[in-house]
């Protein structure tokens, strides 16, 4: 009987393509963390493909990808499954290098997430984030966009802690959201996430978002400078600049993005996607042919990546996990799961339970 491993992808799997970027301020204190948790930090990045020197120097660039996968590593070498959750928490803004200041420095709370947003794009690429101001309440949306990497929730709970940090900064510490959103399936120890925000936590959301009051943008910031402020934002512009980095992924990682975003509604078409991404469907049809693509083999690829990642979730119902990866019946992704893999889903989870990545 074959039993395929972790992230063993099938024919039909993509290659990750170019690398993209974040910069290394994000993974500050990181060595020491995994340490604290008992882990082997040379082990864990050296797992991930990180070069533990490129973290002394903040402005360099990791590949996102492997920024994702060191902390999904030490989550699993620590047998911490919050070990995000944990590393956000104690994150500080000024440890964020350019971006942290740029908060920091910024006159009010409001122009602090303003300002973040305008230059989120040079500390982390093919991510969105987005403040939308709604009635009485806002909401700050985060989100990879990059359609190859499908393992960041560890990523997801820091990037959140780091931003509830920030606004904290302002608020005092007793400060928290009105509610928080993750885009993946609720883990075993949720209530931590409560406990650490202080708020209402959900999951299988379509972004990872903290939701608050409004008028919390008034409050002013510390630490404001408007000299420094510009100093720091001129800094990221030439950052920026000198990369020469592309901001975007290709085709494919755009259309795997939305059809991850799409398939817990059912099996998503390609005109869906294609209205997603503000493109005519024979275009998007011809751009994956160009590549050797069908639309409907790159649909099969995400669910089968997925299938593995939410298979990993142990108290995740694998009912639950059909309906996410937008099957209506059982059946069917189970007969899919066995011309993928030539086992049940329910034989792949035992034959990996408790497993690491080695």
């Not at 039909?12 to 340490?35: E, H, K, N, R």
């Not at 499908?150 to 802690?161: P, Y």
């Not at 608050?212 to 100093?231: C, H, K, N, T, W």
Request: charged fraction near 20%; charge should be neutral.
């Amino acid at each position: 009987m074959h039993v395929a491993q972790p992230g063993q992808i099938a024919q039909t799997g993509m290659p990750l393509g170019s690398p993209i970027g974040i910069l290394a301020s994000a993974a500050t204190g990181l060595v020491d963390f995994i340490q604290h948790q008992g882990g082997d930090p040379e082990r864990i990045l050296g797992r991930a493909g990180i070069d533990a020197s490129r973290l002394e120097h903040p402005t360099l660039s990791l590949d996102l990808n492997q920024y994702c996968q060191v902390f999904e590593e030490a989550a699993r070498q620590t047998g911490n499954d919050n070990f995000g959750l944990r590393f956000g928490q104690q994150f500080k803004p000024d440890s964020l290098g350019l971006l942290g200041y740029v908060g920091m420095c910024s006159a009010t709370l409001g122009e602090a997430l303003r300002n973040v947003v305008s230059t989120f794009p040079v500390h982390q690429q093919s991510s969105l984030l987005r403040l939308q101001e709604r009635g009485e309440l806002c909401q700050l949306d985060y989100q990879v966009q990059y359609g190859a990497i499908l393992r960041k929730r560890q990523d997801a709970e820091l990037s959140l802690g780091m931003f509830v940090n920030l606004m904290r900064h302002a608020l005092g510490q007793a400060w928290a959201p009105e509610k928080v959103l993750f885009e993946h399936p609720q883990p075993e120890a949720w209530h931590e996430h409560c406990k650490v925000f202080d708020a209402p936590v959900l999951f299988n959301q379509p972004h990872n978002s903290l939701i608050f009051r409004r008028s919390v943008l008034e409050r002013p910031m510390p630490g404001r400078d408007p000299r420094l402020l510009a100093i720091v934002i001129e800094s990221m512009r030439m950052l920026g600049g000198q990369a020469g980095v592309k901001s975007r992924p290709g085709i494919v990682d755009d259309v795997k993005s939305q059809v991850r975003a799409l398939l817990n509604e059912g099996y998503p078409s390609l005109e869906q996607v294609a209205d997603q991404l503000r493109l005519p469907s024979w275009t998007v049809q011809r751009r994956l042919q160009e590549q050797g693509l069908s639309f409907s083999a790159l649909v099969d690829s995400v669910r089968q990546e997925l299938a593995t990642y939410y298979l990993q979730q142990s108290n995740l119902p694998i009912s639950e996990l059909a309906l996410l990866l937008g099957y209506s019946e059982i059946s069917a992704f189970s007969r899919a799961f066995r011309r993928w893999f030539e086992v049940s889903p329910k034989q792949w989870r035992q034959a990996h339970k408790g497993q690491s990545a080695d």
